[in-house]
């Protein structure tokens, strides 16, 4: 790792400030190695990051693993049923503990020297370590991590922001769904050679959809109060989509917090569709919840920057997970959930459930490759957005102005330096 002075602090800072508003990111936002470093400490460090389902770690002793820039991280249920997210490194010389992407396992065993952690991260046996060895001193290090309706949520910070204020937002949108008891049908991961937030302005906005995603667009809206924000309480048709949707009991109204790190709302899908499948028709015979009756509820849409955007219908959930890798490179985990119960080859299949999503996926890998790769020309400068159009482009690129700014400076910090 090279050294790091204050001049990329500066720099960024500098840029921000002097940002034109609804134009695009000046270059080294995109490509700049040191830019990206900043990213990871004053957002992904510091932020809550949605990392999986509930339902992946349904039985004490089930695991999954990630890693977010320098930290490796276990999220593990224990035997008490409580879910928890641990470092994983092993407190003698630093090996990662659990090597697979998930798993089922009694205790956590260093493969490197067998040290054994229980659940819980506490040290339970470490082979021939000197008189006055105490383990109960060298458990594995906890992460903070919330479960809501469903989703796990982990924080790196030491002292991490309160998690109430989007559980009071998120929660009675999402309970109905009963995420907590579905399955994940099936799960891709794919790596898009664009930065992280080229990945969220290709998301935030449907400009591009017709030209680009006729799957999508078979059943998806283009319209811009979908994606965006702008005038989205004055759209007749959301209004009547909201009030169909809350005489049936289900939160529906467009919610924001007030930083705009993350919102919900319903939106209905064309012409009556129910689910996102070619012609429209559900792709699971049995619906994701058996507590939502009700036809025509669309799709329930969340994100929450930096990680996470998700679509939930009457018969299945698609969650989608952000992860950086570095400046340039972006890993995106797709999951398909759906009832419990929901048998494969019965009530669904693979290719129907995934077929829209899977092609829309592979289409935005391709446009955040073709965007990337027309930043790093020496001949690129920010360029305006649509404000009918990409309002939500707009809506995202300040809120990581915003929260980018004032962390920049705070406390009047000295840089960080590192060497390696």
């Given at each position: 790792m090279a050294i790091r002075t204050g001049d990329t602090r500066n720099e960024m800072l500098r840029l921000i400030r002097e940002r034109r508003g609804g134009f695009s990111l000046e270059q080294p936002f995109y490509i700049d190695p040191d830019f990206y470093q900043l990213d990871l400490e004053l957002i992904w460090y510091r932020d809550w990051l949605f990392v999986g389902h509930d339902c992946e770690i349904a039985k004490p002793g089930s695991y999954f693993t990630l890693q977010v820039g320098d930290y490796p991280v276990v999220v593990v249920r224990g035997r008490d049923g409580i879910i928890r997210a641990l470092h994983n490194t092993c407190r003698h010389r630093g090996s990662r503990v659990c090597?697979?992407?998930?798993?089922?396992?009694?205790?956590?065993?260093?493969?490197?020297?067998?040290?054994?952690?229980?659940?819980?991260?506490?040290?339970?046996?470490?082979?021939?370590?000197?008189?006055?060895?105490?383990?109960?001193?060298?458990?594995?290090?906890?992460?903070?991590?919330?479960?809501?309706?469903?989703?796990?949520?982990?924080?790196?910070?030491?002292?991490?922001?309160?998690?109430?204020?989007?559980?009071?937002?998120?929660?009675?949108?999402?309970?109905?769904?009963?995420?907590a008891d579905a399955k994940v049908a099936h799960e891709t991961t794919i790596i898009e050679k664009g930065n992280w937030k080229l990945v969220w302005e290709n998301n935030r906005e449907c400009y591009h959809c017709a030209a680009n995603h006729p799957e999508l667009c078979k059943t998806f809206p283009e319209a811009p109060t979908i994606t965006g924000t702008p005038s989205v309480d004055s759209d007749p048709e959301m209004l009547a989509h909201w009030a169909h949707c809350e005489a049936a009991g289900l939160p529906s109204r467009f919610r924001i917090d007030d930083?705009?790190?993350?919102?919900?709302?319903?939106?209905?899908?064309?012409?009556?569709?129910?689910?996102?499948?070619?012609?429209?028709?559900?792709?699971?015979?049995?619906?994701?919840?058996?507590?939502?009756?009700?036809?025509?509820?669309?799709?329930?849409?969340?994100?929450?920057?930096?990680?996470?955007?998700?679509?939930?219908?009457?018969?299945?959930?698609?969650?989608?997970?952000?992860?950086?890798?570095?400046?340039?490179?972006?890993?995106?985990?797709?999951?398909?959930?759906?009832?419990?119960?929901?048998?494969?080859?019965?009530?669904?299949?693979?290719?129907?459930?995934?077929?829209?999503?899977?092609?829309?996926?592979?289409e935005d890998r391709r446009i955040v490759e073709e965007n990337a790769f027309g930043i790093k020309s020496p001949a690129y400068e920010p360029g305006p957005y649509s404000e009918l159009h990409e309002g939500g482009v707009i809506q995202f690129v300040d809120w990581y102005a915003g929260f980018m700014a004032p962390r920049l400076v705070e406390d009047d910090k000295p840089a960080l330096r590192s060497v390696a």
């Amino acid at each position: 790792m090279a050294i790091r002075t204050g001049d990329t602090r500066n720099e960024m800072l500098r840029l921000i400030r002097e940002r034109r508003g609804g134009f695009s990111l000046e270059q080294p936002f995109y490509i700049d190695p040191d830019f990206y470093q900043l990213d990871l400490e004053l957002i992904w460090y510091r932020d809550w990051l949605f990392v999986g389902h509930d339902c992946e770690i349904a039985k004490p002793g089930s695991y999954f693993t990630l890693q977010v820039g320098d930290y490796p991280v276990v999220v593990v249920r224990g035997r008490d049923g409580i879910i928890r997210a641990l470092h994983n490194t092993c407190r003698h010389r630093g090996s990662r503990v659990c090597t697979a992407h998930k798993g089922t396992s009694a205790k956590l065993v260093c493969p490197y020297h067998q040290w054994t952690y229980d659940l819980d991260g506490s040290l339970l046996f470490a082979r021939q370590m000197a008189d006055g060895f105490c383990k109960e001193d060298f458990g594995m290090k906890p992460v903070a991590c919330e479960s809501v309706a469903g989703y796990i949520f982990i924080c790196l910070a030491d002292e991490p922001a309160d998690f109430a204020p989007f559980r009071t937002l998120m929660e009675p949108y999402f309970a109905p769904h009963n995420l907590a008891d579905a399955k994940v049908a099936h799960e891709t991961t794919i790596i898009e050679k664009g930065n992280w937030k080229l990945v969220w302005e290709n998301n935030r906005e449907c400009y591009h959809c017709a030209a680009n995603h006729p799957e999508l667009c078979k059943t998806f809206p283009e319209a811009p109060t979908i994606t965006g924000t702008p005038s989205v309480d004055s759209d007749p048709e959301m209004l009547a989509h909201w009030a169909h949707c809350e005489a049936a009991g289900l939160p529906s109204r467009f919610r924001i917090d007030d930083a705009g790190q993350y919102r919900a709302t319903r939106a209905p899908l064309l012409r009556d569709a129910a689910s996102y499948t070619m012609t429209g028709k559900p792709a699971v015979r049995k619906n994701l919840s058996d507590a939502v009756s009700a036809d025509r509820i669309g799709t329930l849409m969340l994100y929450h920057y930096p990680a996470t955007w998700n679509h939930i219908l009457i018969d299945h959930a698609t969650t989608f997970r952000v992860i950086p890798i570095s400046a340039t490179e972006t890993a995106v985990t797709t999951k398909w959930l759906v009832h419990k119960d929901a048998v494969e080859g019965v009530d669904y299949t693979v290719e129907e459930l995934t077929h829209v999503w899977a092609m829309t996926n592979d289409e935005d890998r391709r446009i955040v490759e073709e965007n990337a790769f027309g930043i790093k020309s020496p001949a690129y400068e920010p360029g305006p957005y649509s404000e009918l159009h990409e309002g939500g482009v707009i809506q995202f690129v300040d809120w990581y102005a915003g929260f980018m700014a004032p962390r920049l400076v705070e406390d009047d910090k000295p840089a960080l330096r590192s060497v390696a």
